[in-house]
């Protein structure tokens, strides 16, 4: 990884880092931090995901640590089809009993509508996912990745 505010995920051979929130009028704008790491480091580039959930929420706390952003960031995790029917950006599903451990007290909460479709990390308390809906010109950052190798 390119230093060591990046976390290093051996299951991907990926960089993850925590970066600021880029608004762009009207639109989800959690793509937008990681659009230029790719130039920059010469790596494939994207909002964060894996199944090696621990390795996102170390990069969470690293950024926190740093006072990057808000201290509450976006992560490639989600249930866009259903409710509390995970996936990772790439389409990839996530058993549910994978993932429970790793959200904060109380969560998921999300409506049988399917409200929040997407999970961010770094809220005060206890370190772990929650449900969350992008938001236009929305404050929380983006977990980002480098993929090192193809």
């Not at 505010?5 to 960089?15: E, G, I």
């Not at 929420?57 to 952003?69: E, F, P, R, T, W």
């Amino acid at each position: 990884c390119p230093d060591t505010t990046w976390v290093y995920d051996s299951t991907t051979d990926r960089c993850f880092k925590a970066f600021a929130a880029t608004p762009v009028p009207g639109v989800c704008s959690k793509d937008v931090p990681c659009a230029g790491l790719a130039a920059q480091y010469g790596a494939p580039s994207a909002v964060a995901y894996t199944l090696n959930f621990q390795a996102l929420l170390d990069a969470v706390q690293i950024g926190k640590d740093n006072s990057i952003g808000t201290g509450i960031y976006i992560v490639g995790i989600g249930d866009p089809v259903a409710n509390e029917q995970y996936q990772l950006d790439d389409g990839t599903p996530i058993p549910l009993a994978s993932i429970l451990p790793f959200f904060i007290p109380a969560q998921p909460n999300d409506t049988p509508a399917n409200m929040f479709t997407q999970l961010t990390a770094g809220f005060p308390g206890p370190l772990g996912f929650d449900d969350f809906n992008c938001v236009a010109l929305g404050t929380d950052g983006t977990i980002c990745q480098l993929q090192l190798t193809p």
